[in-house]
């Protein structure tokens, strides 16, 4: 009797899913690059090399983010669908600590001695990127405060809030660029990139509490107990 069901295809939600999931990826794209577009058009053409080093050596602090956010994946996505919510929540707690503990060293390094680094990496002309470095690794580190809100949403189903969230810090880099670098230039890109994330993970952080229940910050477990 086996081989007489006919298999079912759920055609039309996969091609949601996968044209959700491309737009997420897209825009999380089109976001790291505003900074450099817009320093291009508003600022001197040598800030944009300068810039794109600087943020590629910022995202050194969530790097070990992205190595748990692929490990945490399909965990958190069993104990969901599992219905097996403190221990989803200890997960989250946990990793989200640990993150931040592995960030603290990184963000300390490039924010009291981004300029030596920049100097033995890139030479004496990238030097002068210190200050947007230090601005980028502490916004990082806060990015990794709030947790794998994006990963989370996305495993239970309600990745149409994370594009949401995404729009909001999109359009928000995009307006703090145009006011605040031809001001600060690098400095200005910086702030503008650095404020649009945070905003963007604690609108998601609020999304995760209200759809799921969970704290996926920093101070999950303290919060949780209140």
């Not at 920093?218 to 919060?223: A, D, E, K, N, Q």
């Amino acid at each position: 009797e086996v081989n007489k069901v006919k298999p079912t295809f759920e055609t039309s939600g996969w091609l949601r899913g996968a044209a959700a999931f491309s737009l997420i990826g897209g825009m999380a794209t089109i976001n790291a690059e505003i900074g450099v577009l817009l320093l291009g058009v508003l600022a001197d053409i040598e800030d944009v090399g300068i810039y794109k080093s600087v943020a590629i050596l910022s995202a050194l602090v969530t790097f070990v983010l992205q190595s748990f956010n692929t490990a945490l994946l399909p965990l958190a996505a069993k104990l969901h669908t599992e219905n097996k919510k403190e221990q989803l929540q200890n997960l989250l707690t946990l990793s989200c600590r640990l993150v931040v503990l592995c960030g603290v060293p990184a963000t300390l390094i490039l924010v009291f001695f981004g300029e030596q680094c920049l100097f033995w990496l890139y030479g004496d002309e990238f030097t002068r990127g210190s200050t947007a470095l230090a601005i980028l690794a502490i916004g990082m580190l806060l990015n990794a405060a709030t947790g794998p809100v994006g990963m989370l949403l996305n495993t239970t189903g309600y990745e149409m809030d994370t594009i949401k969230g995404q729009l909001v810090g999109t359009i928000l880099n995009v307006i703090l660029g145009i006011i605040l670098i031809p001001k600060m230039g690098l400095e200005g890109a910086a702030w503008a990139a650095a404020i649009s994330l945070l905003i963007w993970n604690i609108i998601l952080v609020i999304v995760v509490r209200k759809r799921l229940n969970l704290n996926s910050t920093v101070f999950g477990t303290i919060l949780q107990k209140n």
